[in-house]
């Protein structure tokens, strides 16, 4: 069963910087490209940023040159590097698993997508 476990949270002052961790485990074979969303309370949650199989990465226009993805396939690991943070980056971030470009990986159906973590808080003060 593939399962998503958000670290790395924490509580910081504006400008300074914090580095997220999605470890995904049950997948030996399959292979997801992963996002980002993130939810304030009493909003949507929203998209943050997005990684695929490869590295070909997207960013919303509210992190665009703070924020950087990147995986370590090895480690089945995403990161989210925040760098400058704001006090409105204050918010629950989940990673999750994007459907794949190839169902079928490895003679394996890799259905796992759409899967979220439980979320790791950030919180930044002024």
């Known amino acids: 069963q593939v399962q998503l476990v958000e670290s790395g949270g924490g509580s910081v002052q504006a400008g300074g910087s914090l580095r997220l961790s999605c470890a995904i485990s049950g997948s030996t074979v399959c292979r997801y490209g992963m996002s980002w969303y993130r939810q304030a309370p009493g909003t949507e949650r929203e998209f943050v940023s997005s990684?695929?199989?490869?590295?070909?990465?997207n960013y919303a226009d509210s992190v665009k040159g703070r924020f950087t993805i990147s995986q370590d396939n090895a480690k089945n690991t995403v990161f989210l590097q925040m760098n400058n943070l704001k006090p409105e980056d204050t918010a629950m971030y989940y990673c999750?698993?994007?459907?794949?470009?190839?169902?079928?990986?490895?003679?394996?159906?890799?259905?796992?997508?759409?899967?979220w973590g439980q979320g790791t808080q950030v919180t930044v003060s002024s």
């Open positions: 999750k698993t994007e459907r794949p470009i190839r169902l079928y990986q490895g003679g394996v159906y890799c259905d796992a997508y759409n899967l």
């Open positions: 990684i695929d199989t490869a590295d070909t990465t």
